[in-house]
Structures are given as structure tokens and as C-alpha cells.
């Protein structure tokens, strides 16, 4: 059984409103862009746009990101399996 109310409309709770179109932003378009530090891409981000206008209505760093850079610090990538047969 679903919450739906009177209304036939699901999530009343949810009273945002897009700034632009005003309609109420049940839905959000997650798009993943890329953030700038000084001219370089640095970070990982995502974007939140309503579904009804694709105005931006917030952007945040992804979470899934494990970029950390410190110091030009980089951890030595392990060396890539090669087939032990060669021949030539
Ligand atoms: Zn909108």
C-alpha cells in the first residue's frame, strides 16, 4: 500500500520548490560534472537540476570520490599483470 493521499499525489511531505519553474521538485536530474581548482579539474562532483526546467538547484561533491591529493603525494600504482609467455 502506497501513502497516496487525497490528492492521488504521493510524497505531500515534500514541499521544495524549484526557484524557477515553482513547480515542487520531486525529482532531481543527478548529473556528474567535474570541479575546477584553479583552472584544473580536481574534483569529482554531481549536480542536482530540477527534472521540469534543468535549472541547477545544488551541486556537492560526490562522496563516492577518493581523490586526495596532498602534497603531490601519489600512491604507486601497482604494476600491471603481463603474460608470462612471450615470445618475439
Ligand atoms: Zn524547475
Known amino acids: 500500500m502506497h ?3 487525497a490528492n492521488g499525489d504521493p510524497l505531500m511531505t ?3 520548490l524549484c526557484p524557477k ?14 570541479g575546477l581548482i584553479d583552472g584544473e579539474s580536481k574534483a569529482r562532483c554531481i549536480s542536482y537540476c530540477c527534472i521540469h526546467c534543468n535549472t541547477v538547484l545544488g551541486v556537492a561533491l560526490d562522496a ?10 601519489r600512491t604507486p600504482a601497482p604494476a600491471p599483470a603481463r603474460p608470462a609467455a612471450r615470445s618475439g
Open 14 to 16: 515534500n514541499r521544495g
Open 3 to 5: 501513502p497516496i493521499t
Open 64 to 73: 563516492r570520490s577518493k581523490a586526495r591529493s596532498k602534497n603531490g603525494t
Open 21 to 34: 519553474c515553482g513547480k515542487r521538485v520531486l525529482h532531481v536530474n543527478v548529473e556528474n560534472i567535474v
